[in-house]
């Protein structure tokens, strides 16, 4: 077991503890993995009625994988990478497929990884302080960990904003567009998670929740349907920059600063998971795109630029939107040499 993730029983009440807090609880294999098989025996255990997950430290849940690792694998041209992808996204479905309550609070940071290690819980919090986000383009990868379940069944065309820009959201945005389901002051938390050993969830979730707070995206759902509602990125910068809205011209101009390569696989695993079945469908996508992009140049270079050098000029192969070819974009979806997550049978 991981010491990087901590488990305990106290009340019938399962904890997961993301313990790495100076790496803002960046996920490891050895993390997912034994999240996946404490979900495994927690599942079968009546003594265990729910599961709580937290992140330990003052960022919050969970910043991500950690990319850092991803790099080096994806430069050494090992299958290392590819075995964190199999792992975490088995773990993804597991936190999905859990047939008891599992209690996700998206305090502080949940990004990329800490995405799929919350939003595909049960009961999902969020807090004053809650930062969500899916910013894989901006390091030259695709949206993953099952988000494109949830991006392409938001409100109209706002899942596709977010992938596409990397953006930021809170707790309101967070509610509206279906990655979190109850919004709960700071200063609660702590009271809950206690009274979860003898309390009912759905009392406590009445009491001590709130309303939550506005939803900047759901004020600017015009433009946003309006200019992301086409099937090519050409189509949508042009849109964004020919709208009268200035935000829509700043947010073409967010779009080119991201990997051209990435976005334009980004924009068509969003449309092809309209038509998924199911989060395990979409997770199996996940993972061949996930191990396609891992290992070209822009994922390298993109880690390079923002997490290691840090000098945030990514140099982009092909630079442009232009220059991505349809062959290039749809090899992200064929079958590859690390064959599939056998979530399916």
Known sequence: MSSDV??????????????????RNALT????????????????DPAVRAVVVVGAGEHGLCAGGDVRDMQASAIRGDADVAEFFRAEYRMNARIHQFA???????????????IGVSAHGSVRIVTERSLLAMPEVTIGICTDVGSTWLLSRAPGQV???LALTGSTFGPGDAIYCGFADHFMPVADLANFVHRL????????IAELCAPAPA???AGMHSWIDECFAFDTVAEILEALDASASPEANATADLIRTKSPSA????????????????????????????????????????????????DRNPKWQPPTNAGVTRSYIEAAFEPSIYGSL???G
């Open 6 to 23: 901590e488990f305990s029983v106290h009340g019938g009440i399962g904890r997961i503890t993301l313990n790495r807090p100076k790496a």
């Open 29 to 44: 294999t050895g993390m997912v993995l034994s999240i996946k098989e404490q979900l495994d025996a927690w599942d079968l």
């Open 100 to 114: 008891k309550p599992y209690i996700s609070i998206m305090d502080g940071l949940a990004m990329g990884g800490g």
């Open 159 to 161: 899942g596709t904003y």
């Open 197 to 204: 050993e003898t309390e009912s969830i759905d009392s406590l």
């Open 215 to 217: 939803s900047p995206l």
């Open 263 to 310: 976005v334009a696989v980004t924009l068509e695993a969003i449309r092809r998971t309209r038509f998924a079945e199911s989060v395990e469908h979409v997770l199996e996508a996940d993972f061949l795109v996930a191990c396609y992009l891992m290992y070209q140049h822009d994922a390298i270079e993109g880690v390079r630029a923002l997490i290691v050098d840090k």
């Open 342 to 344: 056998g979530l399916l």
